[in-house]
């Protein structure tokens, strides 16, 4: 399985960025897919979530900003930011998991907010 994260990138506070998580397989239609962040310093967190039947979740810090969204015919989850402010400036990592089966990591995608 692999989870190819892309999308990543510097833009301006305010902007927008959108990132993909291309999944191999047919591992999007059974597990529930995550993005997460983490920056320098800190501990990996959750930014959002779909599970594989497209209920979402989503980090407070993100909340009304970010969408989560998947596209099983492509085989492509991805993560709409937008209002980016610099405390979004973190390494996005993409997951894949599902109850019982082994989780699954992107490589990370960079996003640099500048003020």
């Known amino acids: 399985v692999q989870l190819q994260a892309s999308g990543g990138g510097l833009v301006q506070a305010g902007g927008s960025l959108r990132l993909s998580c291309l999944a191999s397989?047919?591992?999007?239609?059974?597990?529930?897919m995550g993005w997460y962040r983490q920056a320098p310093g800190n501990q990996r967190e959750m930014v959002a979530t779909?599970?594989?039947?497209?209920?979402?979740n989503y980090g407070d810090p993100v909340k009304g900003r970010f969408t989560i969204s998947r596209d099983n015919a492509k085989n492509t989850v991805y993560l709409q930011m937008n209002s980016l402010n610099t405390e979004d400036t973190a390494v996005y990592f993409c997951?894949?998991?599902?109850?019982?089966?082994?989780?699954?990591w992107g490589q990370g995608t960079q996003v640099t907010v500048s003020s």
């Open positions: 397989g047919s591992i999007l239609k059974s597990h529930n």
């Open positions: 997951k894949a998991a599902k109850f019982g089966r082994p989780t699954y």
């Open positions: 779909i599970t594989s039947g497209s209920t979402t």
